[in-house]
């Protein structure tokens, strides 16, 4: 199965920059994504990775080292409205009998003031 | 259409009712899954349906009963449930459950059990 790792918590200035990092052990790695969940609301898709690079879409980035175990989350102009839970979560094939669904970690709550 | 919908948003039931959870998605979707979050955690797998056949039951408790009537609606049959079963219950759909697909979640249903 997968072990993900992932801070519980994280504050920032608005306008500013932060990475949220994700560090995951799996023994079939098939694929990471990132999600956003606000208090009492449903997470959203926010990227993908499979391939070691860098996704780029718009204010968010996502990053993958599937050789270090890897990911991080980059928001970039955090406005009030990213503060939110961020969840990361892997895949792995070997974990789920060959299909293809996702666990996730504990995910960071991250808290944007002015 | 792309939004994954579910019935009622809060329920409050005693541990000797019997209620009814409901999702429904018009996306043509043919995986849909049931999760549950309690506070602060990450969403646990509970349930996948696939081409409307149970795919996955993480070893839940037979108080919780799926059920997929059809490619569009999800249900979820609660019965004799304990208070620790009170949690944000989310439903979720992608194109297919054999590949890469993101998921897409509903708004959940706030569930407390007295």
């Known amino acids: 199965g997968q072990n993900i790792d992932q801070p519980t918590e994280m504050t920032a200035t608005e306008g500013a920059i932060v990475q949220i990092n994700c560090t995951y052990q799996t023994s079939g790695f098939n694929g990471l994504f990132w999600y956003q969940q606000h208090a009492g609301e449903a997470p959203t898709f926010l990227s ?3 391939l070691d690079g860098l996704e780029e879409k718009g204010r968010f980035s996502s990053f993958l080292s599937r050789s270090k ?6 928001l970039k102009e955090l406005q009030m409205k990213d503060s939110a839970s961020y969840l990361c979560a892997v895949r792995d094939r070997s974990a789920s009998g060959g299909s293809y669904i996702p666990t996730f970690g504990r995910g960071t709550s991250l ?3 002015p | 259409d792309t939004e994954v919908t579910q019935t009622p948003k809060h329920l409050v039931m005693g541990m000797t009712n019997k209620k009814s959870l409901k ?5 043509g ?24 056949k149970l795919s996955i039951n993480e070893s839940v408790p037979s108080r919780f009963s799926p059920e997929c009537p059809n490619s569009s609606l999800l249900n979820l049959h609660l019965h004799a449930l304990q208070p620790e079963d009170s949690a944000l219950y ?11 697909n993101e998921q897409f979640f509903g708004p959940g249903t706030r569930l407390t059990v007295l």
């Open chain 1, 48 to 50: 993908y990775n499979v």
């Open chain 1, 69 to 74: 175990g890897y990911s991080y989350l980059l």
């Open chain 1, 111 to 113: 808290i944007v003031h």
């Open chain 2, 23 to 27: 999702c429904e998605q018009h996306m």
């Open chain 2, 29 to 52: 979707h043919r995986a849909m899954y049931w999760y549950k979050q309690k506070a602060k955690k990450p969403p646990e797998l509970m349930f996948v349906y696939s081409y409307e």
């Open chain 2, 90 to 100: 989310l439903c979720a759909s992608s194109q297919e459950m054999s590949s890469y």
